[in-house]
């Protein structure tokens, strides 16, 4: 097994994201996640005979990268996705406001 | 005083853009975006960073496309908002529709002896694999519960055609019913064909059933897959759907294949199958994994890396064949089509989420249990009753609907609440499929990373988006597919 730790400052990166990361990559690494101050820990385990572990490894990071925009992407527009929803589903006899 | 006012009155009056909901996913060099309600465009690096970074200038091309998708909009602005809830509203009606697709299996007993089938006996005992006319009748009852203003009864098997007195009589009862429930009602027979005889003809044509048959390729490979006594399936299945065609019309009758390993490397050859036929659509489908599939190791005998190669060539080869003047249809990238590109939601069970499970399409046993969905029924057979939600003699239609087999799976695979699949791009095209996931995982919601049914459906998306991007005459005709 090929034990990498990688290290993200935690004031650019949430817990979130990269447990996000972590999950869409579990196929092919499995990962440990913790945070002490200031900074996030994610120490990842490759298989021994991980075809590229660099190229892996690189990918878990820019991963975690698109999941933190992914989240801001979330948080800018979740008013305005609630007030989508909310409009869509609205006189339709599906919501209690309806009755 | 100018009669028009300036082109400037025209802009938007405030040069500031704002966010709206939007996925992404990186393919190859460029980034797919897909709005709150799947419409999609493509980005290059570039171009994305800078709306990533917020540093996108106000005169630029891009936000006018940006602005187009609804993945942006100007300070002010109210209609992205009011569009984007109208198209969600028309991609989520069919849940308010509920359950339309009603399954009737009308006998379990069958004359094929497919290793890939998960459910059929081999037996004369009608008191055993028939459904009675008093399970029928219950089943009917359930039917004209569900609000849906389009209901479609599909008989199944087994081969239905050996219990066709019961499906006489469903036809005619449910008909009788529907002079006051003025439904939009119609019948389907999924059957091998080898029963059809004058009778089953004349009560098609007097009654507006379809047929729906199977076909999987020329004689030699159909033949090895479906067997019968005498070895002449594929002989019998023709000879029906020339009889169909010419006695009841072309439209009436419709052929799904099913792939086995045999037929990894036939693509070519099946697909002509059906040209010769007359047929002018066809459907390339994995077997599934269940029931006797599995025992059977027909589904061990090739993973989705083997198959996805089958269905880009069969898909090509459509392409191919449509750009030298030969309608032909692939029916799975017609429907997922349909929500790429389209507003409308075809309300096929394994891509919608919630799952179409119970609430798009159930199933009546001949034995009055009911199931989920027709893989649920399956599971079943090899001895797994997680998706039975009761029985037609003993529960009542809201014990069945609001049973806990039925409400845990479709919450609990939800993909607007699925890890992983609230990030994916290709989220509004795909479903939830617990049946699935069930079968391979062991749980409702499996891991996607892990997901046969995710890898499948993800290369699907991408190879669909690739060729409409890629061909102005596939876009065409892709977009005549999303339409038809």
């Not at chain 2, 802009?11 to 797919?32: G, K, M, S, T, V």
Request: glycine share 6%.
């Amino acid at each position: 097994m090929i034990e990498r730790s990688v290290h993200f400052d935690a004031s650019g990166h949430s817990l979130d994201a990269v447990q996000r990361a972590a999950y869409r990559l579990s196929d092919r690494l499995s990962c440990e996640i913790s945070k002490r101050d200031d900074t996030i820990e994610a120490t990842l385990f490759l298989a021994e005979d991980a075809e590229d572990p660099e190229a892996l490894i690189a990918e878990f990071r820019n991963e975690v990268l698109d999941q933190a925009l992914r989240e801001r992407i979330r948080t800018e527009t979740s008013d305005i996705r609630n007030l989508v929803l909310a409009l869509a589903f609205s006189k339709t006899g599906l919501t209690d406001t309806d009755v | 005083m100018s009669r028009f006012r300036e082109p400037t009155a025209f802009q938007a009056p405030n040069a500031d853009w704002q966010l709206l909901p939007f996925r992404f996913e990186r393919i190859d060099e460029r980034i797919l975006l897909t709005n709150l309600v799947g419409e999609h465009l493509f980005l290059s690096g570039d171009e994305f960073q800078l709306l990533a970074d917020g540093a996108l200038p106000a005169d630029s091309p891009l936000v006018r496309k940006l602005r187009a998708k609804h993945v942006i909009r100007e300070g002010s602005d109210d209609l992205p908002v009011e569009l984007l809830a109208l198209k969600a509203r028309t991609r989520y009606r069919r849940l308010a529709e509920f359950t339309s697709l009603h399954i009737f299996v009308a006998s379990l007993r069958c004359e094929h002896s497919c290793p890939y089938c998960q459910v059929s006996r081999q037996s004369s005992d009608r008191e055993a694999y028939d459904m009675s006319a008093e399970t029928a009748a219950l089943a009917l009852d359930s039917v004209f519960r569900s609000p849906s203003s389009n209901i479609k009864i599909e008989f199944q098997g087994g081969e239905p055609l050996l219990n066709f007195e019961l499906i006489e009589e469903v036809v005619e009862r449910a008909e009788a019913r529907n002079e006051s429930e003025q439904r939009n009602l119609g019948f389907v027979i999924a059957t091998n064909l080898a029963l059809l005889d004058k009778r089953v003809i004349d009560f098609c044509r007097a009654h507006g059933v379809y047929i729906s048959t199977s076909l999987d390729g020329p004689a030699d490979l159909h033949n090895k897959n479906r067997p019968r006594p005498g070895r002449n399936s594929w002989e019998l299945a023709t000879e029906g759907i020339q009889r169909v065609r010419e006695e009841l019309g072309v439209d009436r009758v419709s052929a799904l294949m099913t792939t086995t390993r045999s037929s990894l490397d036939r693509v070519r050859e099946i697909v002509d199958c059906y040209v010769e036929q007359g047929l002018t659509s066809l459907f390339l489908r994995p077997l599934s994994p269940y029931g006797f599939a599995i025992k059977t190791k027909s589904f061990d005998a090739y993973d989705v890396d083997r198959w996805l190669p089958f269905y880009e060539e069969g898909l090509d080869y459509i392409i191919e064949l449509n750009s030298q003047g030969t309608p032909m249809v692939e029916q799975y990238a017609a429907i997922a089509l349909k929500k790429m590109l389209t507003n409308d939601d075809p309300g096929y069970v394994d891509l919608t989420s919630p799952a179409g499970i119970g609430i798009g399409a159930i199933v009546y046993n001949y034995d009055g249990d009911v199931y989920a969905s027709d893989e649920g029924r399956m599971l079943a057979e090899m001895g797994d009753t997680t998706f039975r939600l009761g029985n037609l003699h003993r529960d009542s239609y809201e014990e069945i609907m609001l049973s806990d087999a039925l409400l845990g799976p479709l919450e609990e695979s939800f993909t607007g609440s699925a890890p992983m699949c609230t990030d994916c791009a290709f989220e509004p095209y795909c479903g939830a499929d617990p049946t699935y996931h069930h079968a391979t995982a062991g749980d409702y919601l499996g891991r996607k990373p892990n997901s046969g049914f995710c890898r499948r459906n993800m290369a699907i998306f991408k190879l669909l988006l690739d060729r409409y991007e890629s061909d102005p005459s596939t876009r065409a005709l892709f977009t005549t597919w999303a339409t038809h």
